[in-house]
């Protein structure tokens, strides 16, 4: 397959790698600067552009992987051709695409990505969805090459992942920063603590999280929470994390 | 080492098979409910007793790994002994030993335990504190068998590591179960978000977490913020937790 991908941050960047590793041949790299572009279509043999004037009319397939409030002006751009023309988002509808596109859809990786960090695409979820039947077979194909895990979503499952992707992903990670935060304060190494936020991570991967929660709050001890609390308290936005999930895990498996 | 523990719960039970295989003699093992204490001894090669009276006073150390409220009740029945008496606590002061007892300590594991699911001691910090320098050596002894990762951490440091831990394992874990209720709503598997879960931990193994954050929050994304909150609007829990950490994000990075 030809593909054209539109875009060059970490979802453009992982993709265009993974895909050129497996064989396919990307024929063009657009961003609004030229350098961008170039620095990912050197790392994949491709042509840079900057202008979607540009972009070439004969591929089979063209991802879009910008900001999402630019996936609209992007795809008008691109109308009169016949490849299929699909965006990357979890949080945007299939319908930002205009009627006049003949094929459309949605390629979905599941997953946080880095400019700088290779992931592994076999191990990673990709969400599709098409506007007809042969949009969404040649999806499939090129899904297919890079992953095991192809599903079928229609965009307001994607919204719910996107959604529940929010809270394991970006927030989690914001709680591991703010106990980076709380361990600097006191002089403590945040190495101390990274082989627990691996271990939790590993044991909900053969268990429903539910299963193996632990901590103060299932276990009620309010001396403890007293505790924790009066560490905080001179912390507002701390103080009020902890005690809405405090009070979450409590409502929880009461 | 000749060691008794006190206790069959998950860290007591971790903590046996840890030591036992590094060759260590678990001399007997504590638990109100006998069948608990027996259950393990079989496993360990040790006694089982259910009664504190019955503690062998020739033993090298004791490993107070029962619940944070019964440390200072179950020490109170060893005071006579010359043995180190360390809890096995992260939200316990050093100070719940009586100047009654001669060695006592701290042997703190930081890690989340399950009874069924092995994890490598050798990966574990464990933070050790004592009332003297030859108990400190005792426990710095025992730990060096099981682990690399040795930290003398005082109480006050050590209570900060719990509140860290509560929030990089309770809390994130909380977020899986909350993200998994999510998803079942809807009838996706929670399958979908694994990779994603793992990967976030991962990132954060060579990274700060505040050098990944990603996501609507961090970017100021308001329209998928907004579309979030009305997916949450019947969920009055699940809105709170999610306007109170996105609004600590916009703090963070501003």
Redesign the interface.
Known sequence: MKIVILGSGNVATQLAEALRKVGEEIIQIYSRRLKNANELALKVNAKAIDNLNQVDASADVYLIAVK??AILEVSQELKNFKGVIAHTSG?TDIDVFSSEIENFGVFYP???F?KN?K?DFR???I?IEANNISSLETLKNLTSKLSEKI?EIDS??R??????????????????????D??A??G?N????????????????EN???Q???????RN?E??IK??LE??QNSS?LK???E??TR??I??YK
């Open positions: 999402d409030d949080a599941l997953q946080t880095s960090r992931v191990e990673i979820p969400c599903y307001e499952e919204i719910t992942l996107h959604l529940a992707a929010v809270f394991v992903c970006n927030f989690s990670n914001h709680l591991y920063a703010l106990a980076a709380i361990l304060a006191k403590l945040f190495d101390l603590i990274r082989p627990l936020i691996a271990e939790t991570a590993v044991k909900v991967m429903l999280p539910s193996v929660q632990t901590g103060p709050a299932i001890d001396l403890t505790n924790h560490l905080l936005d009020e994390i902890y809405v999930l979450s895990i409502l929880k």
